[in-house]
């Protein structure tokens, strides 16, 4: 229970922060998805069926902050969850390297999961006539920012581990 | 491993669900409004202290260059009284043309300030969060406005907050005309600081700095609205159209506040919920 409120929490204040203090950053900035890195975090670190649920509450909540319509990244960031847990059960995903290059991948894979629920609305080509080198662009600053988010977690996750054994 | 994936199946199912219900009923959903009525002072706070912030740093530690910015502004403001004097004679001679004609005398909308509180926090989308909502007499399809153009349309409201789909977000569509040439298109946002005039025939005469306005065709934004001004215009040896990328008159990034304008276009008053 500890763990859903820490990473909704946390969730909560990036969408706040980047909903708020990126507007007074370049543009470039506002492409970063710090939630899509929490997911990814969650899919190295936790159960499938708790990482799974959290990551469906931080899409749903992604979604409440958001335009788009509801569900949209509920879907996008669940389906990503279940990418990483696929790469972490095949890979040696320690690396901060191969973290940052998974966080690239998954954040493209998740584009295209977004791109293919678009196209069911609209002709997304039309919209986003870019729409490729604006997903990378995504893709590679959630790389670039991932370290930070990956570490803060870490972070927690030591004080929490820290506070559960004094409590006990 | 059965269990579990069984689990995850009934998760991007449910996710599914909620991704069809928001196509189909496109409201605010008892969750979503109280996600909003708790994170929105949150928002404005943030806002509101960076704003602060801004004017310390602007009125204080900007002050090296006062005198000359002084000199300058006493320059401009010389010229903007002779523009004024200029636009006074301008008004004049219009309402007196206007009576001429039989023009009846437009009374002005009625219209709500807001205060921008939030961004949308997708890199795909364009949507700003105001603070002003259903209370204040905000609906759907209302337009946003500020002095400098169009900003968009309200998209979304709840008790105390709105959310404004931007000129710039992909999804936005307008029906506008080149002031100068009256040639008609369609403004369509592409998601960074510039729109896309479509469908402007080649014969038609339009150079960079001709200003667009709305038409008042497309059902929500009243006629003669300015929007923007052409940046670009690139005649392709094949193909029908223009290609035009205009620059909006509203500046996004420094956007604090905006006017709501609270008459619903035509047809959707009759649908509309009163407020």
């Not at chain 1, 980047?18 to 159960?47: A, D, H, K, N, Q």
């Not at chain 2, 605010?28 to 310390?56: A, D, H, R, Y």
């Not at chain 2, 399809?141 to 309200?154: D, K, N």
Request: net charge positive; glycine share 6%.
């Amino acid at each position: 229970m500890r763990d859903f409120l820490i990473f909704l929490a946390v969730g909560w204040a990036f969408l706040v922060f980047r909903s708020t203090l990126f507007r007074f950053f370049p543009e470039e900035l506002l492409r970063v998805e710090p939630v899509t890195v929490i997911v990814i975090y969650l899919g190295f670190t936790r159960t499938l069926l708790r990482g799974s649920l959290i990551s469906f509450l931080l899409g749903y909540m992604t979604d409440l902050f958001s335009g788009g319509f509801a569900g949209l990244y509920t879907l996008v960031l669940t389906t990503i969850f279940f990418l990483t847990r696929m790469i972490r059960n095949r890979f040696y995903t320690k690396e901060l390297l191969f973290r940052m290059g998974t966080v690239f991948l998954l954040s493209f894979l998740g584009g295209i999961v977004m791109f293919l629920v678009l196209m069911i609305d609209q002709p997304v080509f039309e919209l986003y006539p870019k729409f490729f080198s604006y997903l990378v662009s995504v893709a590679l600053f959630n790389a670039i920012f991932s370290p930070l988010i990956l570490m803060l977690f870490k972070k927690i996750d030591i004080a929490e581990k820290k506070f559960a054994g004094e409590s006990n | 491993m059965v269990f579990f994936k069984r689990r995850l199946g009934i998760i991007i199912l449910a996710a599914f669900l909620l991704m069809a219900m928001g196509i189909i009923s496109n409201k605010v959903n008892l969750l979503e409004e109280q996600c909003l009525q708790i994170t929105s002072p949150f928002q404005c706070v943030i806002t509101f202290s960076i704003n602060q912030g801004k004017n310390f740093w602007n009125n204080y530690i900007f002050l090296v260059n006062l005198r000359k910015e002084n000199q300058a502004l006493i320059e401009q403001i010389k010229e903007l009284e002779s523009e004024r004097s200029n636009l006074i004679e301008t008004r004049l001679e219009n309402r007196r043309l206007r009576s001429l004609l039989g023009f009846k005398h437009q009374t002005p909308a009625p219209m709500v300030l807001a205060r921008v509180i939030a961004e949308d926090t997708s890199a795909w989308f364009k949507t700003i969060l105001i603070d002003k909502g259903s209370l204040d007499g905000a609906q759907r399809r209302m337009p946003v406005v500020v002095h400098e153009g169009i900003v968009g349309q309200v998209v979304e409201t709840s008790k105390n907050t709105s959310r404004v789909l931007l000129i710039t977000d992909p999804r936005s569509a307008i029906d506008v005309r080149v002031q100068k040439s009256r040639a008609k298109g369609i403004l369509q946002g592409r998601g960074k600081k510039f729109c896309q005039l479509k469908y402007i025939a080649l014969l038609s005469r339009i150079e960079p700095g001709d200003k667009i306005i709305s038409s008042g065709l497309g059902g929500v934004f009243p006629q003669g609205l300015l929007v923007g001004e052409i940046v670009r215009v690139e005649k392709k040896k094949s193909g029908l159209f223009q290609y035009v990328e205009v620059a909006p008159g509203a500046s996004f990034a420094t956007l604090e506040e905006v006017f709501i304008v609270l008459t619903l276009p035509p047809f959707t008053q009759d649908k509309a919920p009163e407020s």
